[in-house]
């Protein structure tokens, strides 16, 4: 065993946030704490004596700039410590892994339905139903860990909400816009992949049994065809394709608005 010569003399605060409590003894949850250390550790190491694991672990701010995991502590810093995006903003942000860890699941509150199917175009995974009461979304959101896009920012404010996002734009595509830049979305984006109508996966379909399906002008031009997994709609790249095709070009190449 390795024993220090030197006093823990110096202190830092640090706070996590969200499921990352769930590493922490209990009088240490959803509060600032005190940890006391001495030298200046790297925080990643001062992280996973408190007894979180750093792979666990997606954003660390310090005094209110994002740092990465090699950041020195030094007396009095001031750590949060994030496993996803909170519900409100930091910047500027400086991700630890170019992809987050987890696959980046939504849902959007009643006025966002042009988005959702906007971001199911893209891919996404974006829950929504109309007329949804605020307590099933954010119930749903918790149980199957989405992150919340609402216009909606007394909503954000419920004590219950631990990922969300305050869309400040009202046209829809600019929405999207945000969204893609605030979350970082482009290299996750998986294009007609997903049913814009019921947020179900689509996948390639029997050709024949579609061609019974979709009209007759259909037939000459399209020999593969795809169905959603959940609301077996059809979809096949007739001309509305090409159009959906250059807006999503046009949103992943940052030209979208
Ligand atoms: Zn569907």
Known sequence: MVTSHKPLDRTSTFRFY??????????????????SFTGSPAVK?????????HPEVDLIVVGGVSVGFDYH??????????????????????????KPLRGTR??????????AR??????????????AEKGALV???LAEHRIILTRDRKLLKSGDVTHGCWIRHTDPREQLSEVIARFDLCAQARPFTRCTVCNG??????TEQARREAPERVHERCDEFYRCQSC??????????????????????????
């Open 118 to 131: 906007a971001l199911r175009l893209l891919g996404f995974d974006a829950a929504w139903k109309r007329d």
């Open 232 to 257: 077996g709609k059809l979809y096949w790249k007739g001309t509305h394709y090409e159009r959906l095709k250059a807006f999503v070009d046009g949103m992943m190449s940052g030209k979208g608005s």
């Open 18 to 35: 969200a499921e990352l409590n769930d590493f922490l003894s209990a009088d240490r949850r959803q509060r600032d704490f005190r940890y």
């Open 45 to 53: 190491d001062a992280i996973e004596a408190i007894g979180v694991p």
């Open 73 to 98: 502590l030094e007396d009095g810093d001031a750590v949060s410590v994030y496993p996803v995006f909170e519900a409100f903003d930091i910047s500027p942000v400086v991700r630890l892994r170019p």
């Open 106 to 115: 939504f849902i959007l509150d009643d006025h966002l339905g042009k988005l």
């Open 201 to 206: 996966a689509i996948e390639v379909t029997d």
């Open 139 to 141: 119930a749903r959101s």
